[in-house]
């Protein structure tokens, strides 16, 4: 019997995840993808994550992605943001074996999942990003 866990993720990084689903394909398979992806190029790019505290108390996250100058992209840089304080109201039930394979970044318990998805969501815009430009 397969084994299932209930996560919370915030409205932007679930639609986001939804946004990268291909024609067919499950979130879990999503997921699964884009942590390939991360996992594929994992020694051509570097990421640094971030966060600050905004004066209402809120908080922002950065990722800053930076391709190498030996990568398979050239040498690229880019970031994206988001505001947490958002409610994290969407709830996923994903597979634990598809959780069991990813790295997830060390944050607080209730912040690990939408933080990791934030992070593999913001890489692979990057490389999708960086592959279109190259097709130019």
């Not at 398979?72 to 959780?99: A, C, H, Q, W």
């Amino acid at each position: 019997m397969k084994q299932y866990k209930t996560i919370r993720l915030s409205k932007s990084v679930f639609s986001d995840l939804k946004a990268l689903q291909k024609d067919g394909e499950s979130i879990p398979d999503t997921v699964r993808r884009i942590h390939n992806d991360y996992l594929n190029c994992i020694e051509e790019i570097q990421y640094r994550y971030s966060r600050d505290i905004m004066n209402d108390g809120s908080f922002t996250q950065y990722i800053s992605i930076t391709a190498s100058d030996n990568s398979r992209y050239g040498s690229r840089y880019t970031e994206y943001f988001m505001k947490i304080g958002e409610e994290m109201n969407d709830i996923v039930r994903l597979p634990k074996d598809v959780l069991d394979e990813i790295r997830w970044m060390p944050q607080h318990p209730d912040e690990i999942f939408n933080t990791t998805m934030f992070t593999l969501i913001s890489i692979e815009k990057a490389l999708m990003e960086w592959s279109g430009e190259d097709k130019k």
